[in-house]
């Protein structure tokens, strides 16, 4: 029987990449993204002759009533979910005293309300066995200057994540935290790095894909990965 995954956010980046590596390992994958055209560009990155599952939800996961719409989505096609990656995120720099009002508001609702209305949406169609991934961020441990609201939202969903870990385990769902550090996607565009600075986005799809072949008496609780180099 095809295992499902469903993966929020999902139109490039990590997300993307995570995609695209389920995808390779014979799974039917659900995705949500802001941008219809990024959404079918993800399609068509895909080999013409390649056998594959995609189902594409346009959404904005910052809106809670989109996000239940995706779950609803995702539940008239399947009845099981065997991985939920809670990747939708959004990046805006800026300091508590001079950013603008509404952007406190704005990250939390993208990078942690959204992750909890489609976890909550989709617990009854997650047994046992099943894994939830919450792609947090090294931004989840440490504060850094010009990160403000951001780094907030991203301290609230390794909280998140760590309160679901505690409450699921009884029921064998595992729970693992994703801390990646810089990774070349489009946050970087326009850098004047080296990409060698920089890690892959195929290196966390790859550490995510990892921890759900463990036996299902492990749990990898949480991964914190940076660059050779150390933090930019």
Partial sequence: MQKIAVVSGASRGIG????????????????????ESRLH????????????????????????????SFAQFVGMQTKVVDVLVNNAGQFIPGTIASEEDGVLEHLLATNVQSAYHLTRALLPLIQ?????????????IMAFTNGGSYCISKFALLGFSRVLRAELMAQNIRVTSVLPGPTLTDSWSGTDLPETRFMKAEDV????????????????????????AGDI
């Fill in 128 to 140: 046992s066995n099943g894994h939830i991934f919450n792609i947090c961020s090294t931004a989840s």
């Fill in 205 to 228: 799809a790859t550490l995510v894909f990892t921890c759900t072949t463990l036996s299902s008496e492990a749990c990898v609780e949480e991964i914190l990965l940076r660059p050779i």
């Fill in 16 to 35: 993307k990449a995570i995609v695209l590596r389920f995808l390779a390992e014979g799974y039917s994958v659900f995705v949500s993204g802001r941008s």
């Fill in 41 to 68: 560009e993800l399609k068509d990155s895909l080999l013409p002759n390649q056998r594959f599952s995609l189902h594409l939800f346009q959404g904005d996961m910052s809106v809670t009533e989109e996000v239940k």
